[in-house]
T-cell receptor
Framework: TQLLEQSPQFLSIQEGENLTVYCNSSSVFSSLQWYRQEPGEGPVLLVTVVTGGEVKKLKRLTFQFGDARKDSSLHITAAQPGDTGLYLCAGALSPSGGYNKLIFGAGTRLAVHP | DTGVSQNPRHKITKRGQNVTFRCDPISEHNRLYWYRQTLGQGPEFLTYFQNEAQLEKSRLLSDRFSAERPKGSFSTLEIQRTEQGDSAMYLC?????????????FGPGTRLTVL
């Protein structure tokens, strides 16, 4: 059974603080996506990382893919109330046929207080 | 709006009734996926279509569930004899089927409540 463990589950911080969310698995993924989901809506893609060791930056968000492509992290610098939401990591497995089956973590619910 | 659309957005039904959801993928995306998300969890893979062919079904998809994509464009997910445990958000995603990343784009979901 493929499992993607995401931590922490909940994070409540003050505006301006830094935070890191982790995703860990024993499975090797062909790529890993980070999504953000608002209540009652579908996940919205933030970034895709493909290469082991890859680092991508999106404004105050930094995403890293582990060297072995089994884990990833999301670091937010100087968090703002607008960052509040559910952050999901999803590892892509590629069964024969070339398509990607996403295995999601349980999510990290982030609350940033003014 | 050229994103993935899903209808209805919300469905409340009584146990034992049948329900059908529709997904319209991004135009010309040949890959379509259904996921289910329960409260406090991430989405779980249900099934995958490439064009009109259903190429993988999860064990989560019991025989009460059936999905179709008859012309390789929109897809429907039907649940027969609904049970309270079927209450969840049903998400559809599509992708272009290109190599390496093949990013999946999600619709807004259909929230099903079974009373």
């Amino acid at each position: 059974t493929q499992l993607l463990e995401q931590s922490p589950q909940f994070l409540s911080i003050q505006e301006g603080e830094n935070l890191t969310v982790y995703c860990n698995s024993s499975s090797v993924f062909s790529s890993l996506q980070w999504y953000r989901q608002e209540p009652g809506e579908g996940p919205v893609l933030l970034v895709t990382v493909v290469t082991g060791g890859e680092v991508k930056k999106l404004k105050r968000l930094t995403f890293q893919f582990g060297d072995a492509r089994k884990d990833s992290s999301l670091h937010i610098t100087a968090a703002q109330p607008g960052d509040t939401g559910l952050y999901l990591c999803a590892g892509a497995l590629s069964p024969s046929g070339g398509y990607n089956k996403l295995i999601f973590g349980a999510g990290t619910r982030l609350a940033v207080h003014p | 709006d050229t994103g993935v659309s899903q209808n209805p957005r919300h469905k409340i039904t009584k146990r034992g009734q049948n329900v059908t959801f529709r997904c319209d993928p991004i135009s010309e995306h040949n890959r379509l996926y259904w996921y289910r998300q329960t409260l406090g969890q991430g989405p779980e893979f249900l099934t995958y279509f490439q064009n009109e062919a259903q190429l993988e079904k999860s064990r989560l998809l019991s025989d009460r569930f059936s999905a179709e994509r008859p012309k390789g464009s929109f897809s429907t997910l039907e649940i027969q004899r609904t049970e309270q445990g079927d209450s969840a958000m049903y998400l559809c995603a599509s992708s272009a089927g290109q190599a390496s990343t093949d990013t999946q784009y999600f619709g807004p979901g259909t929230r099903l409540t079974v009373l």
